[in-house]
C-alpha cells in the first residue's frame, strides 16, 4: 500500500536517504524544510517551507498525510550559551511534541523519529546517568519520551536511535570531513580504547521506511556494525587509500584535552551538549548496540559499512 509522508528535515544528510528510499518503495513525498532546499529533490517530491516548533498550520501540514518523519533537530556538536537544555529542547523536543500531537488529531497513523544511540546506552547504563550530566542526551530521552505520549494510541511511533551514520548527501559536508583531512595528512593516527557501533544512511532510511509500512512500534537500534575506535580509524585510512598503524592514545590525555575544551566553554559562558571531560569517559567504553533489533526490522543483513566508507570519502571531496 502506497503511504502519504511528510518528512521533516527531509533536506538533510539522513532525510535526503529516507526521501529517497521512500520514493524507491513507491510512496507519495512530501518535504518540510525552515529555508528552501538548496539542492534539487528527485523528481515527484513536494516541497513546504515552514518552522515546526512555531508553525501554528501543523494540522494543514499533516492533513491527508498517513505517515510522519521527524529527521531534523539540534545534534550533539552544537554549543549553545548557558543553559543548553533549553536550546536542546526547542530543537529536539518541542517539534516533536508538537508533531505527534496534531499528528494524531490528524488521523495520521505512523511516525517514525530519528534519535540517538545513547537513549539506548543509557537504558544499558543508567548508574551513567547521561540524561542529568548531558543537555544533548537529555533532550533525546525526553524526545523519545514525549513522542509516545504525544502520540498516544492513535499514531504507532517508532524512535531509531541512531550511532555514527556514514555516507554522504548532495549538498551535505559529511561529520568525518575533519578525519578524512587527517588520514591523508602526514600526521601519525591514535586511537583511544573503546569504540562505538556504525550505521549506513542506506540503513537508517530503510528502517525508517520499514517502520512506517509495518506501523511498528517502541525504540530500535540501528547498527550495521560495531567497531573499536582503533578499527575504525584503521578502516578509513585503508579505504582512503593509506593504510598505516593506529596508535593507542592513552585516555589521560584524550581527558585533558577534553578538560581544556571544557575550560573554554566556561570561560565563554557556553555548554557543550555532551559536556567534553564526561564524554571522554565515555569514549572509553565499547559504545555497542545489538544489531538483532535492526536485522529483524529491515528484513535484511548488515549494509557494506566500506561501501559506506567510500561514499562518505566522496562526500568529502576526498578520492577513495
Avoid at 587509500?241 to 559562558?269: D, F, K, M, S
Wanted: hydrophobic share 45%; charged share 20%.
Amino acid at each position: 500500500m502506497a503511504l502519504r509522508v511528510l518528512v521533516v528535515g527531509g533536506t538533510g544528510f539522513v532525510g535526503h536517504h529516507v526521501v529517497r528510499e521512500l520514493l524507491a518503495g513507491g510512496h507519495e513525498v512530501t518535504v518540510v524544510s525552515r529555508r528552501p532546499a538548496t539542492t534539487a529533490h528527485p523528481p515527484g517530491v513536494l516541497t513546504r517551507t515552514a518552522d515546526v516548533a512555531a508553525s501554528d498550520d501543523l494540522g494543514e501540514l499533516l492533513a491527508d498525510q498517513d505517515g510522519l518523519v521527524f529527521a531534523a533537530g539540534a545534534d550533539d556538536r552544537s554549543v549553545p550559551p548557558v543553559p543548553a537544555y533549553r536550546y536542546f529542547e526547542r530543537g529536539n523536543v518541542e517539534p516533536v511534541r508538537r508533531l505527534t500531537r496534531a499528528a494524531a488529531r490528524a488521523g495520521c497513523t505512523r511516525a517514525v523519529v530519528l534519535g540517538s544511540y545513547f537513549t539506548a546506552l543509557h537504558r544499558a547504563w543508567p548508574v551513567l546517568d547521561l540524561p542529568g550530566r548531558h543537555p544533548y542526551i537529555r533532550s533525546r530521552v525526553e524526545q523519545a519520551r514525549v513522542a509516545h505520549e504525544a502520540a498516544g494510541d492513535k499514531v504507532a511511533t517508532t524512535v531509531l536511535e541512531l550511532p555514527f551514520v556514514l555516507g554522504s548527501a548532495p549538498g551535505r559536508t559529511p561529520l568525518l570531513a575533519p578525519v578524512a583531512r587527517w588520514l591523508r595528512s602526514p600526521w601519525p593516527l591514535y586511537a583511544p580504547p573503546g569504540g562505538t557501533a556504525v550505521v549506513t544512511a542506506r540503513t537508517v532510511a530503510r528502517a525508517a521506511v520499514r517502520a512506517l509500512e509495518q506501523r511498528a512500534a517502541g525504540p530500535v537500534p540501528v547498527v550495521d556494525e560495531n567497531l573499536h575506535w582503533s578499527a575504525f580509524l584503521g578502516r578509513f585510512a585503508q579505504v582512503a587509500g593509506c593504510p598505516r598503524r593506529v596508535h593507542r592514545l592513552p585516555p589521560a590525555v584524550l581527558r585533558a584535552g577534553a578538560g581544556a575544551v571544557q575550560v573554554l566553554h566556561t570561560v565563554r559562558r557556553r555548554e557543550a551538549g555532551v559536556r567534553p571531560v564526561a564524554m571522554a569517559t565515555l569514549l572509553t567504553r565499547e559504545l555497542f548496540l545489538d544489531p538483532a533489533p535492526c536485522r529483524a526490522l529491515t528484513g535484511e543483513p548488515a549494509a557494506s559499512v566500506r561501501e559506506a566508507l567510500t561514499d562518505t570519502l566522496r562526500g568529502c571531496g576526498v578520492p577513495a
